[in-house]
């Protein structure tokens, strides 16, 4: 029988003065081998990964470039080495579309920090070609970085979470979330207000730190059971040596008072910045004697393994967790990063395809 067809297409950033004129243009996709699944695109989330490659803040593109790294399609084919993934299954993609599978972190489950890791969009197959993204109508991808989504979570939910939802359950789950932890989390924005979703359906109490007073009412309809301030003075005092975890998702670093935070973690208490903001924004400048009252770790983390992604997406179907999006046609997508820079979405945007 034969296969089903698919025009590789997608809405590229051709001029990085101009990214947001974007051009439709046909792919190069990699080659498909025996490992591979050709997915056809449903659905892709705007990630502020988007937002910093569009406008060169990590560094120079490999212009043309079809960017998006929260994907969710349909199997349209896979490879004979393939196991667990037929044609017409609901899968999702992330922000990993390759690694070695054969260095130590690789063996261990840690493929997320395989030293020869392939980034879904603008990075290089061993062979040249560029990966391209999710604003677009399909993907190639290893079926090590291919998840199945249950039938209990719509495509429209999934999508974020394969990027947004996975860089804070991730760390959440390593860290020890659940019963008797009190988690805090700063920011609520994408990757924030899925944080307090998370640390919530993991059974910790959860403290949200926003310096917006609009996203205060925000923070406690997601779940939060205390939101403070960040505005007021002092605002740490009242919480010293009392948290087990912090998760920053700020992107701001600069103006993020860093030794604040410290000194509300309890003894060995980790701090857990999973924000990446633009090259030129580095975090704040601490001194030794800031992390010695409690012992203080300070770590990040690196989207996940695939591992945590089939956990997260199981939480997510048995605690029925939703996280609030804007849907837009695939088409509006120079909006949608202009609203996510601007931060303006509340709190993800989701694109459905519509590109024949």
Same mark, same amino acid.
């Given at each position: 029988m034969s296969q089903p067809q698919v025009?590789?297409?997608?809405?590229?950033?051709?001029?990085?003065? $101009?990214?947001?004129?974007?051009?439709?243009?046909?792919?190069?996709?990699?080659?498909?081998?025996?490992?591979?699944?050709?997915?056809?695109?449903?659905?892709?989330?705007?990630?502020?990964?988007d937002v910093h490659t569009a406008h060169q803040g990590?560094?120079?593109?490999?212009?043309?470039?079809?960017?998006?790294?929260?994907?969710?399609?349909?199997?349209?084919?896979?490879?004979?080495?393939?196991?667990?993934?037929?044609?017409?299954?609901?899968?999702?993609?992330?922000?990993?579309?390759?690694?070695?599978?054969?260095?130590?972190?690789?063996?261990?489950?840690?493929? $997320?920090?395989?030293?020869?890791?392939?980034?879904?969009?603008?990075?290089?197959?061993p062979d040249g070609t560029v990966t391209q993204g999710g604003f677009s109508t399909a993907i190639r991808a290893h079926q090590q970085f291919v998840f199945p989504i249950p039938d209990a979570i719509e495509s429209r939910h999934a999508a974020s979470m394969f990027c947004a939802g996975l860089t804070v359950f991730s760390p959440l789950k390593l860290n020890g979330a659940g019963p008797g932890k009190k988690v805090g989390v700063i920011g609520i924005g994408g990757l924030g207000h899925y944080a307090v979703l998370f640390a919530k359906a993991m059974g910790a109490e959860v403290y949200a730190f926003t310096h917006s007073k609009h996203k205060m009412e925000d923070a406690k309809k997601l779940g939060a059971d205390h939101v403070i301030d960040t505005n007021e003075k002092d605002f740490a005092k009242p919480l010293s040596t009392s948290l087990d975890i912090i998760i920053s998702t700020m992107d701001a670093t600069q103006q993020l008072p860093l030794k604040d935070f410290l000194s509300m973690l309890y003894v060995h208490g980790r701090f857990v910045n999973v924000a990446i903001p633009d090259l030129d924004q580095p975090l704040p400048s601490l001194h030794a004697f800031d992390l010695v009252p409690n012992g203080a770790y300070i770590g990040s983390n690196h989207i996940g393994s695939k591992s945590e992604v089939l956990e997260m997406l199981e939480l997510a179907a048995d605690k029925g967790i939703k996280p609030w999006i804007e849907e837009l046609p695939m088409k509006d997508l120079p909006k949608a990063i202009e609203g996510v820079g601007k931060n303006k979405v509340k709190y993800r945007y989701v694109l459905s395809q519509d590109l024949a």
């Open positions: 025009e590789f297409k997608g809405y590229a950033i051709v001029d990085p003065k $101009n990214y947001l004129d974007m051009k439709v243009i046909e792919i190069k996709p990699k080659k498909f081998e025996a490992d591979d699944l050709e997915i056809a695109i449903t659905h892709c989330g705007v990630c502020g990964s990590w560094g120079e593109s490999k212009l043309p470039l079809v960017i998006g790294h929260e994907i969710v399609g349909k199997v349209l084919r896979v490879g004979n080495n393939v196991k667990g993934f037929k044609a017409g299954d609901r899968v999702g993609v992330g922000a990993q579309i390759g690694a070695c599978l054969q260095c130590r972190q690789c063996k261990d489950g840690y493929e $997320n920090y395989c030293p020869k890791q392939i980034d879904t969009y603008n990075a290089e197959y």
